[in-house]
């Protein structure tokens, strides 16, 4: 069973950046698909990016392309989200998580394993 585990919230002003990172632990990621995906209060859990783990291949949300680059690091296990010119309506937990195929990234019904999350605050 793969464990994810985010780092790299924390507040930042608007305009800002942050980078987050999802790290694989207890064996060699196994997925298809890595996502990262947003909860802010009160609304409904929002796909940011994903990054298929065999190609490289990378998707956004409307919200945040142009802004957020995912990447990852096969030798480390890792996978970062490198967030740009950050808005206040970025507010949220982030969360990564595991999913098998690469068809389907959108949704979070399409991820298994779900690391506990980090929380990202852009405010003045």
């Known amino acids: 069973q793969v464990q994810l585990v985010e780092s790299g919230g924390g507040v930042v002003q608007p305009g800002g950046s942050l980078r987050l990172s999802c790290a694989a632990s207890g064996r060699t990621f196994s997925g298809r698909m890595l996502g990262w995906f947003r909860q802010a209060p009160g609304k409904e859990r929002e796909f940011v990016s994903a990054i298929d783990w065999l190609n490289g291949m990378t998707y956004y949300g409307t919200s945040v392309r142009g802004r957020f680059i995912i990447s990852r690091d096969i030798a480390k296990n890792t996978a970062d989200l490198q967030m740009n010119s950050l808005k206040p309506e970025d507010t949220a937990v982030y969360s990564c998580?595991?999913?098998?195929?690469?068809?389907?990234?959108?949704?979070?019904?399409?991820?298994?394993?779900w690391g506990q999350g980090t929380q990202v605050t852009v405010s003045s």
């Open positions: 998580a595991s999913g098998l195929f690469s068809d389907s990234y959108g949704y979070p019904g399409d991820y298994s394993f």
